[in-house]
């Protein structure tokens, strides 16, 4: 054997090259799914059984997921360029610069659900050519993942849906178009997080909630200006006035710890939720409505802050149960609850249609990040009712 970089008459994939003694003293081969070896002195090249089953990457940009499988870096998917495709363009793959496009329907009128302009396809772009509608003006892209839609040089342009989260950072929340709806997530599981409760130590987020330890909250007494997670107005008198479920009836005077911190009635639009959600910004939610004046609530429910704004979307059917309610929240559909269990068809708004308990149903419209004009407090179908209905907001610590 001469040593001078050849297979030294061992199996291999290639030469390494170079005299050995062992695998030391050979450089590093050059693929990530073979491994250099010294072989009756000469340096190869062979499949790396420690790497079988590993990622890797075949050069390839219109390949995914490849692994390494006997010394070879394959097995790949094709990469999916169709998150490129419009009305003016394909998406296709370039093998070394990946997602590409090509334009098609050169000329061709496009977008024509825009009502700020009109627009045309150039160069694989829908570009405007004519202006309809002032800048400012609402308009609708008709995409899920998208608010506040205003026209801007003829065109329809609006900000990402962020799908709010709750940000105790607990969950992650991610917007899918396709399914027209907000995603949430567990996230940073087991990891030191905050609940906003004094009362609370050593919590930690546990399958996307921010809680404490079993056991590990303070005693229920009146008196220390504490409510723990777990105690109530009926053994704490330091706690808000708490029940679970829908009801009904409630006095407003009831509402010992809770301050009101927010109320509009139903025939009006507006304000932005950012704004509502500024001034009620503590760890629970209470909703309710009334007609204008009335002592008590004609409907009330509670829940922790986080489950109370439940992103849902606007699946229909969606809704997430806390205390004994089915919870929902949207920025540009609707807001509010229905008994746990029970089905709801959201048509923007809850509308009951078919479905039992009417009376223990609230639903708050809403539009491009905020309130809007109706719909119900229970029975009693407000969206076009004269303005003597309220709809009223606490919150407590």
Not at 48 to 60: I, L, V
Not at 134 to 157: E, H, M, N
Not at 231 to 257: H, I, K, N, Q, T
Not at 325 to 352: K, L
């Amino acid at each position: 054997m001469d040593g001078a970089g050849g297979s030294g008459g061992a199996t291999s994939a290639g030469s390494a090259g170079g005299g050995c003694v062992t695998a030391g003293d050979c450089p590093p081969a050059a693929g990530s799914c073979d491994a250099a070896a010294c072989v009756d002195g000469a340096c190869v090249v062979r499949p790396d059984p420690d790497s079988e089953g590993a990622p890797c990457d075949d050069g390839d940009a219109c390949t995914e997921g490849e692994v390494c499988a006997g010394g070879a870096c394959g097995q790949g998917t094709p990469r999916d360029c169709s998150a490129l495709d419009s009305e003016c363009a394909v998406g296709r793959c370039d093998p070394a610069a990946g997602c590409a496009v090509d334009p098609i329907n050169e000329d061709a009128a496009c977008d024509l659900e825009n009502t700020c302009g009109a627009s045309v396809c150039r160069a694989g772009q829908c570009v405007v050519e004519s202006v309809f509608a002032p800048d400012g003006t609402p308009c609708d892209d008709s995409r899920f993942c998208t608010v506040g839609d205003v026209c801007s040089g003829g065109a329809c342009v609006s900000a990402p849906n962020r799908c709010g989260a709750p940000d105790d950072g607990c969950t992650v929340s991610r917007c899918d178009e396709a399914a027209r709806t907000c995603i949430v997530t567990p996230a940073n599981e087991r990891r030191a997080c905050d609940d906003g409760d004094g009362c609370t130590a050593g919590t930690t987020c546990q399958d996307g909630i921010c809680g404490a330890p079993t056991g590990a909250i303070a005693a229920c007494m009146t008196g220390d200006s504490c409510c723990p997670s777990g105690c109530s107005d009926a053994d704490d008198g330091d706690c808000p006035f708490w029940r679970s479920g829908v009801l009904e009836g409630v006095p407003a005077s009831s509402l010992s710890g809770w301050t009101q911190c927010f109320s509009n009635q139903f025939a009006e639009s507006g304000p932005a939720l950012s704004e509502i959600l500024a001034r009620c910004s503590k760890r629970k939610l209470l909703l309710a409505c009334r007609p204008v004046g009335a002592e008590s609530f004609t409907l009330l429910a509670m829940a922790p802050r986080a489950d109370v704004l439940w992103p849902c979307g606007d699946a229909a059917g969606c809704v997430h149960e806390q205390n004994g309610v089915g919870w929902y929240f949207d920025e540009r559909s609707s807001w509010g609850f229905a008994p746990a269990g029970e089905p709801v068809t959201r048509m923007v708004c809850d509308d009951a249609d078919g479905e039992s308990v009417p009376h223990h149903r609230m639903c708050w419209h809403t539009i491009d990040g905020a309130l809007d004009v109706g719909y119900r407090c229970g029975d009693n179908d407000l969206n076009y009712s004269p303005p003597d209905w309220e709809r009223v907001i606490y919150h407590a610590d």
